[in-house]
């Protein structure tokens, strides 16, 4: 089975173009082998590229537990860029299936390939129910709670996948490694959740760590920048419009409060293929 790895921010996958290739085992199986980093590949995890009958083509994401997820902002860029650069579909207008519907993308060529792209990461949703969380009954801003014995303010939302952000003066090892896990398998988060932590260096720039549902600490997390774009403005900290430092790279955020939809801006990356023996 031929894979490509490709990364968006730092945020690795293994990705397969599945117009032409059959994968050895089930992809919940696959996942954490091909994923893991001394005896695999290595990456966040595994991202499927699939023929769709609604779109240009289909993501299926799957975390490093094997776990699969709705979605992927970081991976969809890399796919969207795969599609275009690999000839699936030559338009610079692209529509992805997703777990959590169909995406449009808006591609920036140069010299042939895709080098930018923006992403409408669809409705930011804040409502308990749609994370889905328990912890109360009404939207989480600035939720007050308390890990490890650390005093810490919960906000919430789903970008088709749960987040919970918590804006902290440093985030630390002991809070993304050490808090970060505690929080992802809280009973209060039934399907678990992705965590982010965050500085706010201004009302137009952040830096975030995020821990990933099913795959640690991950170099960036694009769902969950989405999700601390719109954390950072219902919490008054920060404007509709936001540039995002995460460990691999930058994004850029803006939240269209009309329609609720965000859009994200990065790049992606091609890092190399290879054959997974079957």
Request: glycine share 10%; net charge negative.
């Amino acid at each position: 089975m031929r894979f490509t790895k490709m990364h968006g921010a730092g945020n690795d996958y293994v990705y397969v173009n599945c117009f032409e290739e059959s994968l050895p085992e089930p992809p919940h199986v696959l996942a954490p082998k091909i994923a893991d980093r001394r005896f695999g590949v290595g990456g966040d995890g595994l991202i499927l590229i699939e023929p769709s009958s609604i779109a240009d083509a289909r993501m299926r994401m799957f975390n490093a537990d094997g776990s699969e997820a709705e979605m992927c902002g970081n991976g969809i860029r890399c796919v969207a860029k795969y599609v275009y650069d690999h000839d699936i579909c030559r338009n610079e207008s692209l529509k992805i299936e997703t777990g959590n519907g169909v995406l449009s993308l808006q591609l920036t060529i140069e010299q042939g390939r895709a080098k930018l792209i923006t992403v409408d990461m669809g409705v930011a949703k804040r409502a308990p129910g749609q994370i889905p969380t328990t912890f109360s009954n009404e939207p989480l801003v600035d939720f007050p709670v308390e890990f490890s014995g650390i005093p810490l303010q919960l906000t919430t939302v789903s970008m088709g996948n749960p987040h919970c952000v918590i804006f902290v003066p440093e985030a630390s090892d002991e809070l993304v490694l050490g808090v970060g896990p505690l929080i992802e398998n809280d009973p209060h988060f039934p399907q678990r959740t992705n965590v982010e932590f965050v500085e706010v260096i201004s009302r137009r720039e952040v830096r975030q760590r995020t821990w990933e549902r099913g795959s640690g600490e991950t170099w960036a997390c694009g769902t969950g920048a989405s999700a601390v774009c719109v954390a950072g403005y219902v919490t008054g900290r920060t404007d509709l419009e936001i540039v995002n430092h995460l460990r691999g790279g930058d994004l850029r955020l803006r939240w269209d409060t009309q329609s609720e939809h965000v859009f994200m801006t990065g790049g992606a990356e091609e890092v190399f293929t290879g054959v997974w023996p079957e």
